[in-house]
C-alpha cells in the first residue's frame, strides 16, 4: 500500500533523482505551500507527486512519479486514489482526474 505525506527540504535529495524538471528552488516552493508529495510503501520512499492549482483553486496533477521497481503494481493507482481523497478533504470540488464530491 502506499502513503503520501508532504514533502520537506530534506526530500531533496531523493526528489532530484526522480524529478529532473524543479529546481531546487520551486521544489522548496512547493514544500513551502504543500503541493508536493513524497510517496512511499513499506517504509520506503518510492516515488513524487507534485500538483498546481488553476485559477488559485482548481488542483492539476503535473507529475507522478515512480521509481522504475516500483511500477506496474498499482502503486501509482494507490496514489492518485489518494492525492484525490485529500484534494477533496482540502475542500476542492474539481479538479482533472478526480470527481466531484457530494
Known amino acids: 500500500m502506499v502513503t503520501m505525506r508532504y514533502a520537506t527540504r530534506a526530500?531533496?535529495?531523493?526528489?532530484?533523482?526522480?524529478?529532473?524538471?524543479?529546481?531546487?528552488?520551486?521544489?522548496?516552493?512547493?514544500?513551502?505551500?504543500?503541493?508536493?508529495?513524497?510517496?512511499?510503501?513499506?517504509?520506503?520512499?518510492?516515488?513524487?507527486?507534485?500538483?498546481?492549482?488553476?485559477?488559485?483553486?482548481?488542483?492539476?496533477?503535473?507529475?507522478?512519479?515512480?521509481a522504475e521497481e516500483y511500477r506496474s503494481v498499482g502503486l501509482g493507482r494507490q496514489a492518485l486514489a489518494s492525492w484525490e481523497e485529500k484534494m477533496i478533504e482540502l475542500g476542492h470540488q474539481l479538479g482533472y482526474g478526480f470527481h466531484p464530491s457530494g
Not at 526530500?11 to 521544489?27: A, C, E, N, P, Y
Not at 522548496?28 to 492549482?53: H, I, P, W
Open 11 to 66: 526530500d531533496w535529495g531523493f526528489w532530484s533523482q526522480l524529478d529532473r524538471h524543479l529546481t531546487k528552488k520551486v521544489f522548496l516552493e512547493k514544500c513551502r505551500q504543500q503541493t508536493a508529495f513524497v510517496l512511499s510503501a513499506d517504509g520506503m520512499d518510492v516515488g513524487v507527486l507534485r500538483y498546481n492549482l488553476f485559477w488559485d483553486q482548481t488542483p492539476f496533477l503535473n507529475l507522478i512519479y515512480l
